[in-house]
């Protein structure tokens, strides 16, 4: 795997910066009574906001089959959001690779690249982001990769982005385009590895990429995932330090009680998505009346429990206690709840608790 990176990908972190960049991470969510391009607009619009309340990043994931969430296609969301942005990061949180050839996926983002030079991240992670049907529709039948191609798939991926495959490989005289070879001195965009447990954490040590750990659904490998990583971690051209960014399911409103009925909605949706029956987000009221049996509330309440839920004090309070126990290097929120202006109004809330107001610097040069 070339070694061989751009200036402006390099990364020096300054953990004296006592401000965490903060950012967010976006699905797109489609609630009850919306339609999904009512859902996109509303994704543009929090883009914006996000842009202006001085947020550092806003991601978009790629899940397919599922009704309520309409970020199956990263590439062309993050190309429409690109253009109604000006300065804020835009990435994938993220393009699912075994979903796609490594090939395709350099053309994309070669492309949001040259685009916007500097603005585009491309995190990568190992799941399918669906169920066994939809993940054979989008492979055509090819399933039975193991988790060790998943390297094999990164360094093609990584290849193509530098255009330097080694003589004599069969992709030798291949190039994306656009791409490195095409616009020397341009660079590509930084790549991150996504996971929620040690192999992706392992693996971005190894190769001293930044890491995206999933703590909003796999809070309890949070910790382990982060030793891991850092344990693992080599020196690269890209990171001469690890760098680790957490995902934190977290939802603000101006009293405690409100927040706590707004995030209701996605803890529902949560639960029917885990039984396999995926759907639009409710509403709190359906939510607040929905006949949960034991086991039902005992999984809404462990849902919840790692949810960081509150008026913006104790939000702040939540997000800050989260950032010392596992030392993480930026937050990045995501708010799955119905209604588009309650969204808005949580990260709104959290922005202003959290001191934004321009731009944190996190170190990520771009």
């Known amino acids: 795997m ?21 950012s967010i991470l976006d699905l797109a969510p489609v609630g009850e009574g ?3 391009t009512e859902a996109l607009a509303a994704t543009t619009a929090l883009a914006q906001r996000a842009e202006s309340w001085g947020y550092h990043r806003f991601w978009v994931a790629e899940h397919h089959g599922m009704p309520g969430v309409a970020s199956s296609a990263p590439a062309v969301l993050l190309a429409h ?34 685009l916007h030079p500097g603005r585009i991240d491309l995190g990568l992670g190992r799941a399918p982001g669906t169920d066994p049907a939809t993940a054979r529709a989008l492979r055509r039948g090819v399933l039975d990769e193991s988790a060790d191609e998943f390297p094999q798939q990164l360094s093609e991926l990584i290849h193509f982005l530098d255009a330097d495959f080694p003589a004599g490989h069969p992709y030798e005289r291949l190039r994306a385009t656009p791409g490195q070879a095409g616009a020397p001195g341009t660079g590509r965009p930084p790549i991150w ?92 009221e359906e939510a607040e009346a929905h006949p949960y049996t034991e086991l039902e509330r005992d999984f809404i309440d462990s849902w919840l429990s790692n949810v960081v ?42 922005a202003e608790a959290w ?12």
Do not use: C
């Open 355 to 366: 001191g934004l107001g321009a731009a944190p610097d996190s170190g990520l040069a771009g």
């Open 34 to 36: 919306y339609t999904p």
């Open 81 to 114: 959001l690109a253009a109604a942005t000006r300065t804020i990061r835009l990435g994938s949180g993220g393009v699912m690779l075994p979903n796609h050839a490594p090939l395709v996926i350099a053309e994309q983002f070669g492309t949001l690249h040259a």
């Open 2 to 22: 070339s070694d061989h990176r751009q200036p402006w990908e390099q990364i020096t972190v300054s953990h004296a910066d006592v401000r965490t960049p903060l």
């Open 193 to 284: 590895l996504l996971g929620s447990s040690g192999f992706s954490a392992q693996l971005a040590g190894r190769l001293g990429l930044p890491f995206a750990f999933a703590h909003h659904f796999s809070a309890a490998n949070t910790v382990p995932a982060l030793d891991l990583y850092r344990e693992s971690f080599r020196p690269s051209s890209v990171l001469a330090e690890p760098y680790a960014l957490i995902g934190v399911g977290a939802v603000a409103a101006d009293t405690p009680g409100e927040a706590r009925r707004l995030a209701g909605s996605g803890a529902l949706a949560m639960m029917r998505l885990r039984r396999g029956r995926p759907g639009l987000v409710p509403t709190p």
């Open 309 to 350: 839920i509150g008026d913006p004090a104790k939000v702040r309070e939540g997000l800050e206690e989260l950032r010392a126990r596992t030392g993480a290097d930026e937050l990045m929120v995501t708010t799955n709840i119905h209604g588009h202006e309650a969204r808005q109004r949580s990260y709104q809330l959290i």
